[in-house]
């Protein structure tokens, strides 16, 4: 009968060589690289839709203020339609200066034009302009200025009587 001699295998440890090490870190760099990027373009596009939709607020409220007013009270630039204004993204944070964003606005109040000369002297056309400015990140002295605009036509008797006549 004969002995079975069993061999002891030897194994080699694994590990990773320095050319795959360095091409994961090169990879992996890549990557957060990217996601960096991608979080930082995605927050600069939520501040500025905030912006944009706070300025279309403010425009609303503008506008919303010219529909309350009477015809005399609409007339009246001095006490109730004043031509420029300050507003703030954040009303709350003027005292404890985080008001954000400062938009100026602007309020025009025309002769309507493309209207005939029967309804001319009873009508206007108001217009809203609104800015405010960004400076790019980490240079502030670029300056991005923003606008939006919004126009209406104000009738002194109501529009229903110039459109229905």
Known sequence: MKPIIR???FST??????????VAVLVLSVML????????????????????LRATQILMQKMETVRLLK???FLDTNTFLQPAFLD??????TNANAT???YRGFVSTNAATGIPNDYAANMRAVTVDIY???YLKGATNIPIVRTRQMKTLVARYGMQNYVYK
């Open 7 to 9: 061999r002891r295998k």
């Open 13 to 22: 440890p694994a590990a990773y060589t320095l050319v795959e090490v360095i």
């Open 33 to 52: 690289v990217s996601l960096y990027g991608g979080f930082s373009s995605g927050f600069a596009v939520v501040k500025l839709a905030r912006e944009n």
């Open 71 to 73: 015809w005399s009270q």
């Open 88 to 93: 703030y993204y954040d009303p709350a944070g």
């Open 100 to 102: 954000g964003a400062t």
């Open 132 to 134: 405010w400015t960004n």
